[in-house]
């Protein structure tokens, strides 16, 4: 520890080699996977220490050397703070520095599972599909050379790194917001393997476990006022510090190949199937969320809390739940989904929680699919009407033209972000038929739907004329 730090970071580091490497240590894992093995390892022992990966930049690492990896988790609550410091990080590796260090770390002979919050476009796949997109740039790159850039490139040529040591491989346990993410994982790592070794494809497949996993919690980014707030609460400065809301929740299909931390004794629900908790969230959470963040932010407002304080929004995602997304989804054992909505109407009510609009609205090619187009393409065949998420869409397609509803730049991030600004036209029907030639994002069954693209024409007309906010009333 340097000198000078605050007494809280004080901590004597774990000798015991990690257990864990999670891959893409951003803000949510840190708030939620990173305490629940902290809390199951001070539950019930064990050597589950977790090796941070970054795979983009330094920023992370820079932030918390200086601590000795420690950090605080602070709870955003209507009635107060909580600080929460966690020392669960064993160190931070930055993958585009030394990526053999990255590899040596996942084929450490004491990890038994290697974890993932990289967002839905780390996973470099065709949404629609599920599939491996072998063209992208970071898996070309990964196939003619050793060292990896992307996340399945890490994940192959650490397994067969362990497969050449006679190691067996660890459990990879995907943490991001996808439909089946372990079995769609699995997939694409084993696409990727084929290609290099079949027989390593192989391998995998008979040996290794991806299990599904379903994760819930409101994280936002930190801000500099978040940093002023907890130094107020503390007397102490935390340059990585992560905020979150006090609701959690973490589903996991318990088929892992080489142990795990006492996760049940923490709370975590063991699973034989994730699915129906997955839908479940995907599309009432991060649905109404995405929703949400692309109407709002054209209607001006620039939080969630902001946004469904508006009466017209309020309305409007309640009528989401109730008429459009309960009816396409069967409830998990034991759970009332309309009283699931009640507290996801509290949960983006919580003032304390900044939650940007903007910032929810980023990567929307990669979230679509999963979030709002599957529930579209079940209630359609289902021949029900889904308006509120077809206004959805043409919100998403307004938002990424990258101009508002006053003419002013929308800063777009999205990996496909120049391919959907040249989509708008003028006349909303031509820019929905130039939209349909999307196959990455939107599934044929929509594309080939002639009344969903006269319905999505006519909501986007009805955007443009009107504006977001009174199209939605």
């Given at each position: 520890?340097e000198a000078?730090?605050p007494a809280?970071?004080?901590?004597?580091p774990s000798?015991?080699?990690?257990g864990?490497?999670?891959?893409?240590?951003?803000?949510f894992?840190?708030?939620?996977?990173?305490?629940?093995?902290a809390?199951a390892m001070?539950a019930?022992?064990?050597?589950w220490?977790?090796m941070?990966?970054?795979?983009?930049?330094?920023?992370?690492?820079d932030?918390?050397a200086p601590?000795?990896?420690?950090y605080?988790?602070l709870?955003?609550?209507p009635?107060?703070?909580?600080?929460?410091v966690?020392?669960v990080l064993q160190?931070v590796?930055?993958?585009?520095?030394d990526?053999q260090?990255v590899?040596?770390?996942?084929?450490?002979p004491?990890v038994r599972i290697v974890s993932l919050t990289v967002?839905?476009?780390?996973y470099?796949h065709e949404?629609s599909?599920g599939?491996?997109n072998a063209?992208?740039?970071?898996?070309?790159h990964?196939?003619d050379q050793?060292?990896p850039?992307?996340?399945?490139?890490?994940?192959?040529?650490a397994?067969?790194?362990?497969r050449?040591r006679?190691?067996p491989?660890?459990?990879v346990?995907?943490?991001d917001?996808?439909?089946?993410?372990g079995?769609v994982?699995?997939?694409?790592v084993?696409?990727?393997?084929?290609?290099i070794d079949?027989?390593?494809?192989?391998?995998?497949?008979?040996?290794?476990a991806f299990p599904?996993?379903m994760?819930d919690?409101?994280?936002?980014?930190?801000?500099?006022a978040?940093?002023?707030?907890l130094?107020?609460l503390?007397g102490?400065?935390?340059?990585?510090?992560?905020?979150h809301?006090?609701f959690?929740?973490?589903?996991v299909?318990?088929?892992f190949?080489?142990?795990r931390?006492?996760l049940?004794a923490v709370?975590?629900?063991?699973?034989?199937?994730v699915?129906?908790?997955?839908?479940?969230k995907?599309r009432?959470?991060?649905g109404?969320h995405?929703?949400?963040?692309?109407?709002g932010?054209?209607?001006?407002?620039?939080?969630?809390?902001?946004?469904?304080?508006?009466?017209v929004?309020g309305?409007y995602v309640?009528?989401?739940?109730?008429?459009?997304?309960?009816p396409a989804?069967?409830?998990p054992?034991?759970?009332d989904?309309?009283?699931?909505a009640d507290?996801?109407?509290?949960?983006f009510a919580n003032p304390?929680?900044?939650h940007r609009?903007?910032q929810?609205?980023?990567?929307?090619?990669?979230k679509l699919?999963?979030?709002i187009?599957?529930?579209i393409?079940?209630?359609?065949a289902?021949g029900?009407?889904v308006?509120?998420l077809?206004?959805a869409v043409?919100?998403?397609?307004?938002?990424?033209?990258?101009?508002?509803e006053?003419?002013?730049?929308?800063?777009v991030?999205?990996?496909m972000?120049?391919?959907?600004?040249?989509l708008?036209?003028d006349d909303?029907a031509r820019?929905?038929?130039?939209a349909?030639?999307?196959?990455q994002?939107?599934?044929q069954?929509?594309?080939r739907?002639a009344g969903?693209?006269?319905?999505l024409?006519?909501?986007l007309h009805r955007l443009v004329?009107r504006?977001a906010?009174?199209?939605v009333a």
């Open positions: 520890m000078g730090l809280r970071f004080n901590r004597t000798k015991a080699p990690a864990i490497v999670h891959l893409g240590l951003g803000a894992f840190r708030a939620h996977g990173a305490i629940y093995v809390e001070a019930s022992g064990g050597d220490g977790i941070g990966v970054s795979l983009q930049s330094a920023g992370t690492r932030r918390l601590q000795g990896w420690a605080t988790a709870e955003l609550g009635e107060g703070e909580t600080p929460q966690v020392t160190g590796l930055v993958a585009p520095e990526p260090a590899l040596e770390a996942m084929a450490a004491s967002t839905e476009k780390g470099c949404p599909t599939r491996l063209d992208h740039p970071d898996i070309r990964d196939l050793p060292l850039k992307s996340a399945p490139g890490f994940l192959v040529r397994l067969a790194l362990r050449d006679r190691l491989p660890f459990t346990l995907c943490c917001n996808l439909p089946g993410n079995r994982l699995r997939g694409v084993l696409e990727l393997a084929r290609l079949p027989a390593l494809a192989d391998w995998i497949a008979a040996e290794g599904s996993t994760v919690r409101i994280v936002p980014a930190t801000t500099p978040d940093l002023d707030r130094e107020a503390t102490a400065r935390d340059e990585a510090l992560v905020v809301e006090p959690r929740q973490w589903v299909e318990d088929r190949c080489a142990g931390p006492d049940g709370g975590v629900q063991l699973v034989e199937d699915t129906p908790f997955e839908h479940m995907l009432m959470l991060n109404a995405s929703a949400l963040a692309y109407l932010y054209l209607a001006g407002h620039r939080t969630i809390a902001d946004t469904v304080a508006d009466p929004f309305a309640r009528r989401l739940w109730q008429d459009e997304i309960i989804l069967t409830p054992p034991g759970v989904l309309a009283a699931y507290a996801l109407a509290a949960r304390a929680i900044r609009t903007w929810i609205a980023m990567d929307g090619s990669q699919p999963q979030r187009l599957g529930t393409a079940e209630g359609r289902a029900r009407a308006p509120g077809t206004l043409a919100a998403w397609l307004r938002y990424v033209s990258g101009r508002d006053a003419g002013a730049p929308i800063d991030r999205d990996p972000a120049a391919r959907l600004a040249a708008w036209n909303p820019t929905v038929q130039n349909m030639t999307l196959e994002v939107f599934p069954a929509l594309r739907d969903f693209v006269r319905d024409s006519d909501a004329e504006g906010r009174a199209a």
